[in-house]
């Protein structure tokens, strides 16, 4: 299909980045370790339209004999779009570098369907946030204790987060899991960070044999080793099924927590693309084809070298609106 022409296509491309998934410019960037944090729920559809926010980004865009001028609200958005590139760039550099046989790629990354489970045992739909938090005080030495053998054993470094706020816990049941406080993994979480590809290997073997043991299982990993962030970061994300100790005698509770595995040169780069992730993510979360063409185009963007504000502003309108001319394609035929 032939490209939509960029001239002329700022102001489609500015209606999508108005969307009420659009980010707050100066939003703080949130640090915690652990799974990636999603924001509050919107108060519409991620995907419609907010025209309250158009009138800024309709001054924000205009043309002049080919050129494309941008007012302050349109350039923050791509200086972040910029930086998130350059980051980008910049960790591809160490993977080839640190990591070039990327030989954690191949643990498969896969998925479960256990619940967290209150101390009594009972259905995980009636959860509230306060069972959730008296599971996870339960089950934080014994994950604790069991990371630090596994670290141990990969002679790798052991970082333990404190217990996920209550307020970022209820933002992201409400924002992430439709108010479902028992989809909540990450309360307890950690990070262990490996100085080589030989320790990332071995503490991966040491994941794979805690599938199923008497007191730790691994329920569920997400390899960004074989399949990269949208932003270039690379990682693996491991829930740990915890046995803690039950209010019934006869009822077995397991608790989730969470692992990050890291190699230290992506480890230690991660904090200077802290504030621009932050801001950017809102446009990557929601359905799986939205996230799968928008990662693409910064995918595309990335690969074509564009740098400076100018090829930017030509290129994201261009990739945006080819993008969205594709999915109408598919779905219209």
Request: proline letters at 4%; glycine letters at 6%; one cysteine or more.
């Amino acid at each position: 299909m032939a490209d939509v022409a960029a001239a002329g296509g700022g102001l489609d491309a500015a209606r999508l980045l108005a969307s009420s998934s659009a980010p707050e410019l100066g939003a703080p960037a949130d640090e915690e370790a652990g799974e990636e944090e999603a924001p509050a729920a919107p108060t519409r559809a991620r995907n419609e339209y907010d025209a309250s926010k158009m009138g800024a980004l309709q001054s924000a865009f205009s043309h002049s004999k080919g050129a494309v001028r941008i007012g302050e609200t349109a350039r923050a958005f791509f200086d972040m779009v910029e930086e998130t590139l350059s980051t980008k760039r910049q960790l591809d550099h160490v993977a080839k570098r640190d990591d070039p046989k990327n030989y954690a790629a191949k643990f498969a990354t896969f998925e479960h369907t256990a619940r967290q489970q209150d101390l009594r045992g009972k259905n995980p739909l009636a959860m509230t946030l306060d069972d959730v938090f008296a599971a996870a005080e339960a089950a934080y030495d014994t994950f604790r204790g069991e990371m630090t053998m596994l670290a141990g054993s990969a002679n790798a470094e052991l970082v333990m987060a404190p217990l996920k706020t209550r307020e970022r816990a209820e933002a992201k049941v409400r924002g992430q899991y439709d108010g479902m406080n028992c989809r909540i993994n990450d309360v307890v979480r950690c990070s262990i960070v490996c100085d080589s590809e030989i320790e990332l290997v071995t503490a991966g073997i040491g994941f794979a044999s805690l599938v199923s043991t008497c007191a730790v299982s691994i329920v569920r990993l997400k390899n960004y080793f074989h399949a990269p962030r949208w932003n270039g970061y690379r990682d693996a994300l491991y829930t740990v099924r915890v046995k803690v100790p039950s209010d019934d005698p006869d009822v077995d509770v397991w608790h989730n927590c969470e692992c990050q595995l890291h190699l230290r040169s992506f480890y230690g780069l991660s904090p200077s693309s802290v504030a621009a992730y932050a801001k950017l993510r809102p446009y990557f979360l929601g359905q799986e084809a939205v996230h799968a063409e928008r990662t693409a185009m910064l995918g595309d963007l990335h690969r074509a070298g564009l740098c400076g504000i100018q090829p930017l502003v030509r290129g994201v309108p261009t990739k945006l609106q080819n993008s969205l001319a594709r999915s109408n394609r598919s779905r219209f035929g």
